[in-house]
Every structure is written in C-alpha cells, then in structure tokens.
C-alpha cells in the first residue's frame, strides 16, 4: 500500500489530529506571487476572442454537448481569459477573515471564472505550441495579471510532449498542447503539508471550467493525468523538488498553412528562471513524499475498465423524493463564469429554494463526475456521490439524502433538522451553514481508487472533487443563488454521521448553495465586460 493511502488517511482526519508541522503560521508578507514572472520573456497580448464572430460570440451555454471544432488563437484567448484571466475586482460586507485587508491594493483580490483553494491560483498554464499554430513554435506562459503569452522557449518541442504521452490516441494528430503545473510554494506557504490536497483540486477545477467553455464553443477538451512526468518536466525546466506536472490537454487545432513549419528541437528546454517574490521558501517532507509516491507509474496508464472497481455503488434503500426538472440555465458560459462568487457567510433562509435550483446544482455535480481524462471509461459510473443536508428547500423535509444520479431522486437516510450538526463541525467563521437551503457533499472511494490504479490516482479523485466544486459554483451563478465550498470541516463527523465507512467512501468538500440576503451592500470593477 503506497504512501497516498496514508496521505489521504492523514487528509480525514486533520480536524482532530492536525498535519504537520502543527505549529505553522503562514507569513503573509512573504508570499509568493500568484503565478510566476519571466523578467526579459517576450510578452505577446492575446487577441480579443469575444469580438470575433466566426468564433468566440458562438456559446451554447453550460449544457452544449461534446463538440468537433478546433481552436484557433482567438478562441485560446478567450478560454484561457475567462478560465484563469483575472476579470475584475469586488468588495463587499461579507463574513470572510481577510474582510478588513481587501480594500487595500497590495491585498486586493482579482476575481477570476475559475475557483481556487483559498484564492490563491497555483496552477500554470503552459501553452506548447508547434508548427501548425499561429505563433514561432515554442513553449509560452500564460501571464494573467497581463492576459498575455510569455514566450519562455523558442523551438517546436512537441515531439518531446508526444514522447511523453506514449500511446494516447488524441496527441498523436495535433502540435498543440497545454500543460498544467504547480509551483508548490505558491499553496504551501499558507497550507504547508496540505497544500497537495488543494492543489489537485484546483487542477480539476480549472479542466472542468474549460470542458464547460469548450462544449459551449463546439469544442471538446480532454486531459492525461498519465503521461511521463519527469520528461516533461525537464522541457519545461522545473524543479522537481519544488514543483508538478498535473495534467497535458491536446488540442485540436484549426488547419493552417504551416508557415511556421520548423525542425523539432529534441533536447531543448525552458532555460528562463522565474523570480520569486518570497525572501524565504520553505519545503514541506509530507509534500515531497507525497508527490514522490504520485510520480511512481507516471507513464503507466491504467487499462479501459481499471477503475471500475473503485466507482460509487448504487444508492441504497429509503424513501425516495422525485426532484422536478432542472431549472434551465439560458446564461452564456462566460456570463456565468463572470458572476460566480463565494457567498461568505450572505445565505439566507427567509426563503425557502426553489427544489429545480437545487436540481441543476445537482445535474451539475453529476456531470462533472467525470473529467474525460485518459484512465476514464465514457459512460461509465461516476467516481463520485452526491450527499445532501437538506435545510431549507421548498417541498422537501429537513434530512440528509443522498441522489440517485440514474434516477434524479433523492433517498432519504436520516430525517430531522441537521443545521446545528453541520455548524458545530464546520472550523470557521465565514459562512452560516445552518443557513443554506442545502449542504452538498461529494464523496468518493479514495482507498479503492488507489487500490485499482495506484498512488497517481489520488490525483484523479481530487481533481474530480475540485470539477464537482467548479460546476456547482459555475451553475449557481447561472440559477442566480449564491454558493459557497470549503475544506474546512470536520471530515471524520461527516463520514460517521453519513455512514460512509461501509462504502468506503470519504466526505471531501462542502458545498453551500442557497438565496442570499437582498440587497448587499458591495463593490463591483470590471476589467471585461461580462
């Protein structure tokens, strides 16, 4: 049994025995930036994607099927600008810890369509492009505060991209690949030993925003989480103590004419050295074991039906609640996107939901119980189950139930008001849990996974995690309720009151969703429109 199944036992159970180093206090003035800065890169802007008709003002909205298009740069622009772009700013009377600092600049938060664990944006965007795309072939950075391309090597390394993705079927017709990373530091310096668990979050989080934006623009995206790590590593000169290669997206590409058409580079790699903002950067053991027990079997992707095994059973037996149609979500993919936000402590229960609000949240949940990822089977169960803490939603009982995602039904597991439980185990002060109209709760069979795939698995249940978490918020914004995850709650609690050692299931995320109080008082700046 690797080292994964202990990290994830130590995950569970830090709200009573916390991780170490116990006594870590994050020094915020030291932090590292959000992302990272090539001094001397070229910088190129991206085109505006959203005045252009042949490509992006086509969007179908959160619930476009799979599409056939291909990209083209405009339409990179924009998903990678309303995906990780920063889209503007928001003050507002809210129940947050940082509420005193965030009029400040030097502390302002950007608002971005994608979430982020603690709001911090980890993630990397790497855009290795070949000959058949519009720019030099090379390796670029996709620079958020400047929503632009840094050019960090000049050369056609896709071969080497290829290379590393062995057999997989979609590399082997395309030059164009985005490639997700994580600088560890930039999470660790506030969540130290339980930075890892964040950062695969955020990774499915960010695939799950641009497999909604894609479907919306007749695209498809899909990723490897499965691939030769340190290979890719190398071209893209990390660290391999300080950082990860997370997931490879291909790209289909519109045809062009190749002017750019140019030898391969084998060999070549990223040289430029980002700056590091912080005096002092600390490394974390449980980290680094982490990680290391996550790049074992790197390359070896698990056969079609490795995982099915591991996937959530049917629901078991209870009364059974018919939920009504979902209520239909007409806003546009980056409408939506634009309005998600955490609600921090505004929900309200002076109105009861409307039951279809609660239902798109849940489609929603369903939908991103898988990420199309190369160890994924089409079609098959999900890897995920949705629990519900009913609270306050019109025409169904306080309870916990759990969805039948086959039939769209609620099961009813436990009757009775729930809204003191969910409190008492919750380890902050920033939301009002007994207020929400319902408590969504994704769980998964963490052990089982790694059992069937091995330790890179842990990977893949998080980043379906952080997916669920994305298109619940992304919903929500278009159902016009508010929303609201966290990790910070009692896991143990959860899993005793849900029952879940029998499924051996293990709670992972809370989600609030439900009206806020009207009228806030608040501040709105956007930078693009919505």
Excluded at 133 to 140: E, H, I, K, T, W
Excluded at 200 to 226: E, N, P, S
């Amino acid at each position: 049994m690797g080292y994964a199944h202990e990290y994830a036992t130590a995950v569970m159970r830090r709200g009573r025995i916390p991780m170490e180093p116990a006594d870590f206090v994050p020094d915020w003035a030291d932090r590292p930036r959000k992302g990272k800065f090539f001094p001397g890169a070229p910088v190129l802007p991206l085109p505006d994607g959203g005045g252009c008709a042949d490509d992006a003002t086509l969007d179908r909205g959160l619930s476009g099927p799979r599409g056939t298009g291909a990209f083209t740069l405009p339409l990179l622009g924009a998903m990678l600008r309303d995906s990780y772009g920063l889209t503007g700013r928001r003050l507002a009377v809210q129940a947050n810890s940082d509420l005193g600092s965030l009029p400040y600049h030097t502390h302002a938060n950007w608002s971005r369509g994608t979430s982020s664990g603690g709001g911090l944006y980890p993630v990397g965007i790497h855009w290795i492009s070949g000959a058949s795309g519009p720019l030099a072939p090379g390796v670029y950075y996709y620079d958020t505060p400047r929503d632009a391309l840094a050019r960090i090597l000049s050369g056609d390394v896709t071969g080497e991209v290829r290379a590393a993705l062995g057999d997989l079927e979609e590399a082997a017709g395309t030059d164009q690949f985005l490639v997700l990373g994580v600088t560890f530091w930039q999470n660790a310096f506030k969540y130290n030993s339980f930075s890892y668990h964040v950062v695969m979050m955020d990774i499915g989080a960010l695939l799950q925003t641009w497999r909604m934006w894609a479907r919306a623009h007749g695209l498809h995206i899909g990723a490897a989480l499965w691939f030769d790590e340190p290979r890719l590593g190398r071209v893209l000169g990390l660290d391999p103590e300080q950082d990860g290669v997370f997931a490879v997206v291909p790209l289909r590409w519109a045809k062009t004419d190749e002017r750019n058409a140019a030898p391969e580079t084998p060999g070549a790699r990223v040289r430029r050295v980002p700056d590091e903002r912080s005096r002092r950067v600390l490394t974390f053991p449980t980290v680094h074991a982490v990680h290391a027990a996550t790049l074992e079997g790197a390359a070896d992707r698990p056969a079609p039906g490795t995982l099915d095994s591991a996937r959530v059973t049917p629901p078991g037996p209870g009364e059974r609640v018919a939920l009504p149609a979902p209520l239909a979500l007409d806003a546009t993919v980056r409408r939506a996107l634009r309005e998600r936000r955490s609600s921090f402590g505004r929900f309200s229960a002076a109105t009861p939901l409307d039951p279809a609000r609660l239902s798109a949240a849940l489609a929603a949940a369903v939908a991103a119980g898988t990420l199309d990822t190369d160890a994924e089977t089409p079609g098959a169960a999900p890897l995920t189950r949705q629990y519900v803490f009913v609270n306050h939603v019109r025409d169904i009982a306080p309870g916990i139930y759990e969805h039948d995602w086959r039939t769209d039904e609620l099961v009813l597991l436990k009757a009775g008001d729930f809204g003191g439980f969910l409190q008492e185990n919750y380890f902050l002060a920033n939301y009002n849990l007994e207020q929400a109209a319902a408590v969504l709760v994704p769980a998964a069979r963490t052990h089982a996974v790694l059992d069937a795939v091995g330790d890179r698995g842990l990977r893949l249940v998080n980043a379906v995690i952080g997916a669920t978490a994305q298109a619940v918020y992304t919903a929500s914004a278009a159902a016009g309720m508010g929303c609201g995850v966290a990790l910070g709650f009692d896991c143990v609690s959860f899993a005793e009151e849900l029952g879940l050692a029998a499924r051996g299931e293990i709670p992972l995320l809370v989600m609030m969703i439900g009206n806020e109080a009207p009228r806030p008082a608040g501040y709105r700046y956007d930078i693009v429109a919505p």
